[in-house]
């Protein structure tokens, strides 16, 4: 107990604990489905805070909340200031410490990282991350200037380049420096569809055959219609708890292991290499570093596939392939569930569970809670899974989030 | 005394003499001489100086009517240019001329040269149809009204960066050359003005061609047309890497390996401001 004197009066102020390596645990995650979504953003959101109140194994209240994190890219500017405030205001949890979390695709992957901190720093005990899109609604041209408003817009933009042209860069260069091809990506893509056809909450439930992925319409030279996630609305919502309330709700709960996060220049001109992604090397780095596992000991990894190339590098990227082999890796099908090294997207990745931008991130945190739980439907659910990776990149690698998930503290 | 040889010279034909040059596109319609998809005088213009500078010929500034654009053409070339609203020779104070056609092609000249008539070689047929519909494109897309959903790069930040986009104007540190330009090092030090050109010499490190559907906003009046926009990533020979258009949105998908040069053409309209910058061309044997 100390004393402040402010005004002239005198005020008792308590000593704030200050507790140091505070552990943070997943309580509760929930989503909406992911898709066009018939729902507004306030009802949309609601849904998928509903969906993670309900899902905390004991009773959970939203105005228990301390402080919320929510990413977005601001669906359209329909709402583009106190984006979250109008959120938190229509889910009960009014009154909170709330704002907009903005990485463009990674938004929700840095909120999930924000929430963390905030329960590491003390702060807070009980902390929401989520995220939200809504774009289906938005005309043709509006929607295509709100994809890409997160490049690099003086030159990248001036020289008509969209995130479908970067990535097809990357594809063109890593097939160049590696011997990688289309066909490596075309598995890729029957991969995650196969992942996502029986994920209720997927925005493309449809299996494809090799052939129909391999002859699908030509978006960026190199990749297709196939290689390419669609544009989904959708909102995901997890609930983190202190380590010290943590059993007040839960006696099973999934503790956030290790953290990472990690940027780089918006421009492919700019970096040192345009078949790899600093970002997610120092994000990963970081988030094996701080949780104490290594790149053999993930059993599921939700990765960031906004282009089936960036599934390819990021299994470089993140160590389950060596430099140079992220096509060998999924021509052998070492990413598929139950069947490979490790099951990368099991939900059916960005792909086919689909991609609200925004959402996108807390969205990974959501299939990654229910998977170490047990509670997915079979046969999506991965046998014997302890440890998950979420992995969530902004715009064409600017930055990017890294999180493990774990059964075990 | 004009060399009536051909040049192909930044996509364009041409011919020079001692005191001027003549620049023109290479696309007819019939026996007419018309713009292609990313030209016009401004550009033509930018390009007959070069050349002239090419060869030695020094130019501060240049008389000319309104119909290019002053502020671009200075920027990429260095020459002031001297606009009027008449052809009054009392109000032209340069010793340079620019005098246009009612064709796309134009003559770069001192005041008191005489230019002859000169027939280029290599001129190529463009389609009645795609021309017309690529200049009635252009025109909705030069309207002051036009604003497309598309990013918005201000007028302010385009000229901001202009040194860098219309003259490859980079940044010497430690003689490494750094483009495009920026801001601070890695201890927080102010990076020197930008004020080395690099060479127009690049190789392509890889390419795309973007379906009209996936093209950015800011081209979606054009795109349609062109069947899709390539864009080519490539380094620089003195290191520096960028990405680049391809000069008249050619139809030829590249090669990586393949070289090419730089040349100024329309990139796009908004806001009644043409945006102007650099766009490569393969280097072709």
């Known amino acids: 107990m100390y004393f402040l004197l402010l005004d002239n009066r005198c005020y008792q102020v308590p000593n704030t604990p200050r507790r140091v390596m505070v552990d943070v645990a997943v309580i509760g995650a929930g989503q909406t489905k992911y898709g066009n979504h018939p729902l507004g953003l306030k009802a949309m959101w609601a849904e998928a805070a509903a969906n993670a109140f309900n899902s905390v194994d004991n009773n959970f209240e939203a105005n228990l909340v301390d402080e919320a994190f929510i990413g977005s890219v601001a669906f359209g500017g329909g709402q583009l200031g106190n984006t979250a405030a109008i959120l938190t205001e229509h889910s009960g949890m009014k009154g909170c410490s709330v704002r907009r979390v903005e990485n463009a695709c990674a938004s929700s992957g840095f909120a999930l990282r924000d929430a963390m901190m905030a329960i590491k720093s003390g702060e807070a005990d009980i902390v929401v991350a989520g995220g939200i899109e809504k774009m289906n609604d938005l005309s043709a041209e509006r929607k295509r200037y709100w994809l890409g408003v997160s490049g690099d817009t003086e030159w990248e933009r001036l020289a008509g380049l969209t995130f479908p042209g970067t990535y097809a860069l990357m594809a063109r260069r890593h097939f160049h420096e590696y011997g990688s091809n289309h066909d490596d990506l075309v598995n890729i893509s029957v991969k995650n569809h196969m992942h996502g056809f029986e994920n209720e909450f997927a925005h493309i439930r449809k299996e494809v055959s090799f052939e129909k992925a391999a002859s699908g319409f030509m978006v960026a030279d190199p990749l297709t219609l196939y290689d390419c996630c669609p544009t989904s609305d959708g909102a995901s919502c997890v609930i983190l708890a202190a380590d010290h309330v943590v059993r007040e709700f839960t006696d099973d709960p999934i503790w956030l292991k290790g953290s990472g996060a990690g940027s780089d220049h918006l421009a492919l001109h700019d970096r040192h290499s345009i078949t790899q992604m600093s970002a997610t090397q120092k994000a990963v780095a970081q988030a094996y570093k701080s949780s104490g596992v290594a790149a053999r000991d993930i059993d599921l990894a939700e990765v960031h596939d906004c282009f089936t190339i960036a599934e390819l590098m990021a299994t470089e990227d993140l160590g389950f392939a060596n430099r140079g082999e992220g096509g060998l890796f999924a021509r052998q099908g070492r990413g598929i569930r139950n069947e490979g090294d490790v099951a990368i997207n099991p939900s059916g990745g960005l792909k086919s569970k689909g991609h609200p931008l925004g959402a996108t991130g807390t969205g990974q945190a959501v299939e990654i809670f229910k998977q170490l739980k047990g509670t997915v439907e079979a046969p999506r659910q991965i046998r014997d899974a302890e440890i998950g990776l979420t992995h969530n990149v902004g715009g064409s690698g600017a930055t990017c989030a890294v999180h493990i998930f774990g059964r075990d503290r | ?285």
Not at chain 2, 140 to 156: F, R
Request: some cysteine; proline content about 4%; aromatic content about 8%.
């Open chain 2, 1 to 285: 005394m004009m060399d009536e040889k051909t040049i192909v010279w930044k996509g364009y034909l041409a011919c020079i003499g001692e005191d001027s040059c003549i620049v023109q596109s290479p696309w007819y319609l019939g026996e007419d001489c018309v713009f292609g998809a990313d030209s016009d005088y401004t550009t033509l213009a930018i390009a007959a100086i070069q050349l002239l500078q090419s060869k030695g010929i020094q130019i501060d500034s240049i008389n000319a009517l309104n119909d290019v654009e002053a502020l671009i053409i200075n920027m990429a070339t260095g020459v002031e240019v001297m606009q009027t609203t008449t052809d009054d020779s009392e109000e032209l104070s340069a010793e340079w001329d620019l005098c246009i056609s009612d064709d796309a092609r134009l003559v770069v000249c001192k005041t008191d040269c005489d230019v002859e008539l000169w027939e280029p070689e290599g001129g190529l047929d463009v389609d009645e149809e795609f021309h017309q519909k690529m200049t009635s494109a252009w025109e909705k897309e030069c309207l002051p009204e036009h604003v497309s959903q598309g990013a918005y790069v201000s007028q302010q930040q385009y000229e901001e960066g202009a040194a860098a986009r219309l003259k490859l104007m980079s940044q010497k540190v430690d003689g490494e050359l750094i483009w495009p330009p920026r801001q601070m090092d890695e201890k927080g030090n102010p990076m020197p003005q930008a004020s080395t050109p690099l060479q127009g010499i690049a190789t392509i490190e890889s390419w795309t061609k973007l379906a009209a559907a996936g093209a950015p906003s800011e081209f979606s009046i054009r795109a349609p047309l062109l069947g899709g926009i390539t864009t080519a990533f490539v380094r620089f020979e003195q290191g520096p890497r960028g990405v680049f258009l391809l000069v008249d949105d050619e139809d030829n998908n590249p090669k990586i390996e393949d070289q090419v040069q730089f040349a100024i053409r329309r990139i796009y309209a908004q806001e009644g401001y043409i945006r102007y910058g650099l766009k490569c061309q393969i280097i072709r044997d």
